[in-house]
């Protein structure tokens, strides 16, 4: 059960806030998990679906590459709402399944650019810094605003992930749960 009441209609903003919800809903198809949440501020819900959509929708990075960056910043703060939702999307990217198993299972995928892209999710979240070999190969494979960009989208997720993990928000009962010591 979550922490705080999620907001889970339009109805339970303030109308003035109200188109706040439907740009999420727009953007997203629905509005649930971190938003449900944020919408308690509706100034920061908006502004942060607004980067989102930039990082999820417009960024220059591929599919694979994002939810890649999402599952393993999922798996870093052990969020199970954005592991169960990402899964599929992953999935849908092209990520391979013995990749997603390896995020799971907390170890390097076997294709050296997944990998790479797992070891620099979790050098800046774990250690807060990205080794200079790290960030030499993403640069080679994504280019300077590739790697900007991922990193970006890290931030993001680790928000999320923050948001998410404070008020106990979880995924519906009938998705992909994360184990969580």
């Known amino acids: 059960m979550p922490r705080i009441p999620l907001v889970a209609r339009a109805e339970d903003l303030p109308a003035a806030h109200r188109d706040v ?8 198809g629905r509005v649930v998990g971190p938003f449900a949440a944020l919408l308690h501020s509706p100034v920061l819900a908006d502004r ?20 890649i960056v999402i599952l393993s910043v999922a798996r870093v703060f052990d969020c199970r709402f954005e592991w169960a939702y990402h899964v599929p999307e992953a999935k849908k990217a092209g990520v391979p399944a013995a990749t997603i198993a390896a995020i799971r299972a907390r170890t390097p995928p076997a294709d050296a650019d997944e990998a790479a892209i797992v070891a620099y999710v979790s050098e800046l979240l774990v250690t807060h810094r990205a080794s200079d070999a790290t960030v030499r190969a993403l640069r080679e494979r994504l280019g300077l605003e590739g790697v900007v960009e991922l990193t970006a989208t890290v931030g993001y997720y680790a928000m999320l992930a923050c948001t998410l993990n404070a008020f106990d928000v979880r995924p519906d009962s009938n998705e992909e749960d994360l184990d969580v010591p």
């Open 21 to 28: 919800w439907s740009r999420i809903a727009q953007s997203r």
């Open 48 to 67: 942060t679906a607004s980067l989102g959509a930039f990082v999820r929708f417009e960024s220059t990075l591929p599919g694979d590459v994002r939810e």
